[in-house]
């Protein structure tokens, strides 16, 4: 069973909570279930939840609930091409998360998270920039951040624009966070790392016989892994928890829930030293980006 220590560095992850996300899933938890489920995180603990106006009626939902006691992230959706050329976009962005916060019923998030950090990037990055600094002024959250997908672009945007949090994707596929140097810098920054996805979005719990067409090209590194699985004795699940815990730099986890059962299951996780082989890593973007998926 997972330790006191470990279960609160978990993160609900609410995707699943307004909409069917994720390769796995086919249906999301109604209303009922969802409550369950943070009963039992809090129950255990658990005091953070990850939502995003992007998760259909997750913010609806979490807010008929009541979260109140729990830590709230959420993010600043990735912004169109017609609220980019708006001249009020900080006032817009600030509309956004108050919209948020009042179908959350709660007064301020922990955290607020661009949800693409290829906005800062843009002619009007500041500006987005300065309407988050706005936002934690406002005491609308405690702190801010950036989700990342390409891992090699933290260090340059975070050498223009300081954060408290950054959340990237880890799982024993995507390995790319563990780059020595990036780690030592966000450390020195004090910049609490948040990881997700280790779960590749449940493609890791599929075996290679089950998988579309579209993953055969890297059937080498799938059947590495069910090879490794077989060799260690020790169920998919298992690993990747214990995979994403072991690394001392990671602050939380996120993990996406669509059931109570699967919550318990995670709960009651052992802990085991992972040792996990190199040739089950790939930085192939095909493979390592759910977005870029073909069904």
Known sequence: MLSVKNKKKLIIGCAQFGSKYGITNTSKPNLKEQRKILNLAKKNKISFIDTSPAYGNSEENLGKIGVNNFNIISKINKLSKAQLKNKNLKKDILENIKTSLKKLKIKKFYGLLLHNSLDLNCKRGDEIYSAMLEAKKLKLTKKIGISFYDILSIE?????????????????????????????????????????????????????????????????????????????????????????????????????????????????????????????????????YPYLWKK
Request: glycine residues 2%; aromatic residues 10%.
């Open 156 to 288: 340059k945007i975070l050498f223009k624009y300081n954060v408290d949090i950054i959340q990237v994707p880890f799982n024993v596929i995507d390995t790319r966070i563990l780059n020595k140097k990036i780690l030592k810098n966000l450390k020195k920054k004090k910049v609490e790392i948040h990881v997700r996805s280790i779960f590749l979005q449940g493609l890791l719990m599929i075996k290679n016989s089950n998988m579309t067409k579209y993953f055969k090209r890297w059937e080498k590194v799938f059947l590495n892994w069910e090879k490794y699985l077989k060799k260690v004795k020790i169920d998919a699940k298992s690993v990747c928890v214990n995979h994403a815990m072991s690394v001392k730099e990671f602050r939380n986890i996120v993990i996406g829930i669509n059931s109570y059962d699967q919550l318990n299951e995670i709960l009651r996780i052992k802990k085991n030293i992972i040792n996990k082989p190199k040739n089950i890593t790939s930085n192939s973007k095909l493979l390592i």
